[in-house]
């Protein structure tokens, strides 16, 4: 029986390393395909280049995002989730609460980048946007990809990370840099459109110089959480935990319920109103997804 990696997903077809280095192209039977990078995987017999993926090793954790339709999976046995957020194009503060709340659920340690600093004068309003991340205690790096990317390597040691964010923030140039053969695919901001133009199609796997691995992901201009229920996306936020069950109502859904303890807390200055409303706008996608 022969063991691999995938170390890069395409869909229907995955590449797969083997211990020795060798790489070569792993095909799912059925019409589903349930493995994503990162999984180590149980060959079939090798024809050629090919051979057919029998099953998955038991996984530490599975990060995958979801809406009422579908499910796409991102990254299996990380570690940690790497938010990569930039002064320019602007970013979705939203998106980051939802990184943090599949990241949470799944047990991973989070770090968030803030990427293109040498455009000095957008950082304080960068910074600010990111203030009520850094209150919950998320670690903060700041740094300019083009410049150095080397103050991110000792986050990566040791670690099996994944780079998550939207297009444009230069998650690929990071990759680059970190991992100069891989060689990403690096693309100019739409600044017409305020975005970035989609660079990496596929997830992809690559071993760090200093140690450990790091996956990179298709940019995200959503990350849907369909598939958690609502007391995980309660727990999902690290500010709501110590109020959780102080509510008058047992089913509250800290909008306006008298003696909700988490609308207290916002007026108190204990959670930020932006966090609040990221929760509200995670509950409302999931629960329309499951009225379908």
Not at 24 to 51: F, M, N, T, V
Not at 96 to 120: E, F, M, P, T, Y
Not at 267 to 280: K, P, V, Y
Request: charged content about 20%; some cysteine; overall charge positive.
């Amino acid at each position: 029986m022969t063991e691999g990696l995938i170390t890069a997903a395409f869909g229907r077809h995955y590449e797969v390393t083997l211990a020795d280095g060798t790489r070569l192209r792993g095909l799912p039977r059925g019409k589903k395909s349930l493995y994503a990078c990162g999984d180590r995987i149980r060959l079939g017999a090798l024809h050629g280049e090919e051979a057919a993926i029998l099953a998955h090793a038991p996984r530490t954790s599975l990060l995958y995002r979801s809406d009422g339709w579908k499910q796409k999976l991102i990254a299996a046995n990380a570690t940690q989730i790497v938010i990569v957020v930039a002064v320019e194009p602007s970013f979705s503060d939203e998106l980051i609460s939802r990184a943090l709340v599949a990241a949470r659920h799944q047990g991973l340690g989070a770090l968030i980048v803030l990427n293109k600093c040498d455009l000095a004068e957008g950082v304080p309003a960068a910074r600010e946007r990111l203030a009520p991340f850094r209150r919950l205690e998320v670690p903060l790096l700041e740094l300019s990809a083009r410049q150095d990317a080397s103050p991110l390597l000792p986050w990566l040691s040791g670690h099996t990370s994944v780079l998550v964010g939207q297009s444009g923030m230069g998650k690929s140039t990071l990759v680059n840099a970190l991992v100069p053969e891989a060689c990403a695919a690096t693309r100019e901001i739409s600044t017409a459109l305020d975005a970035g133009k989609h660079t990496t199609t596929h997830a992809r796997m690559y071993a760090l110089p200093g140690g450990g691995w790091l996956i990179d992901s298709p940019g995200l201009q959503a990350f849907g959480l369909a598939h958690l229920k609502r007391g995980e996306i309660e727990l999902g936020f690290a500010e709501f935990v110590p109020h959780l069950g102080a509510c008058r109502f047992r089913d509250c859904r800290h909008e306006h319920e008298p003696g909700c303890a988490i609308q207290a807390a916002v007026a108190a200055g204990q959670i930020d109103r932006r966090r609040l409303d990221h929760f509200h706008a995670i509950v409302g996608e999931m629960e329309a997804a499951r009225a379908f």
